[in-house]
């Protein structure tokens, strides 16, 4: 990994609505933007603006699900079994934002039994 793609990995933590993002992507195997922006509270503009940043910054990625485009953390063993995505776990146990997000998404994005988020209604 060269230096610049170092920094570029680290730039998608420096913002709170990646932030927020990435803390949701680390409790579900897969989210659309969508049920990103419902959780979020925020534009969906917004959120894609900001997962097209996440994307550049090689931490999350995207799958095509017909027309539903679903967002996950990259299998990389820098990202999923370094201390990156640990350090995002620990800050939502230490802030009420990140926190407020996840019981947010418990309740509007409930799991199904394969740990997958069925969709938002309504």
Do not use: H
């Not at 992507?25 to 603006?49: F, H």
């Amino acid at each position: 990994m060269q230096l610049r793609q170092l920094v570029s990995l680290y730039k998608g933590f420096s913002d709170p609505t990646r932030l927020r993002i990435l803390n949701l992507l680390t409790q579900r195997d897969q989210l659309k933007v969508g049920e990103i922006a419902r959780i979020l509270q925020i534009p969906q503009s917004t959120v894609s603006r900001q997962l097209a940043q996440l994307r550049a910054s090689s931490l999350i990625q995207d799958e095509r699900d017909g027309t539903w485009v679903k967002y996950s953390i990259v299998e990389s063993p820098l990202i999923t079994e370094g201390q990156l995505l640990a350090t995002v776990r620990m800050a939502a146990e230490m802030c009420p934002e990140l926190m407020e997000d996840l019981k947010r998404m418990a309740e509007l994005v409930p799991e199904d039994e394969n740990n997958n988020p069925e969709p938002i209604t309504g």
